[in-house]
């Protein structure tokens, strides 16, 4: 599956935005999802994570409470709502599939897409 995100943007502190990612063939809905991000300087750490029908879901604790993520099979898109967003909020966020939403030693994110920036004014 090839993956394409998009809705970043420069937003001020305490504003949302919505990130989608669109994914091309029949095989979405085979396929768990996850939202991760990396800001300058650090690590890619896992934000949110949606299971394929969208039963299971999972947060990082720096997200929780604020950011939502969904799927749409018949659409064949994941969604990240992030709501009061914080300047250390800021980063380039990446979609990805895989055979689980939450990263462990057994999970494989297989596709990625390309990033989308997310910049937070304070």
């Known amino acids: 599956v090839q993956l394409q995100a998009s809705g970043g943007g420069l937003v001020q502190a305490g504003g949302s935005l919505r990130l989608s990612c669109a994914a091309s063939?029949?095989?979405?809905?085979?396929?768990?999802m996850a939202w991760f991000r990396q800001a300058p300087g650090k690590e890619r750490e896992w934000v949110a994570g949606i299971s394929w029908n969208g039963g299971s879901s999972g947060y990082a604790d720096s997200v929780k409470g604020r950011f939502t993520i969904s799927r749409d099979n018949a659409k064949n898109t994941v969604y990240l709502q992030m709501n009061s967003l914080k300047p250390e909020d800021t980063a380039v966020y990446y979609c990805a599939s895989g055979n689980n939403w939450y990263p462990s030693i057994d999970t494989d994110f297989r596709s990625w897409g390309q990033g989308t920036q997310v910049t937070i004014s304070s």
């Open positions: 063939g029949r095989t979405f809905s085979n396929y768990a």
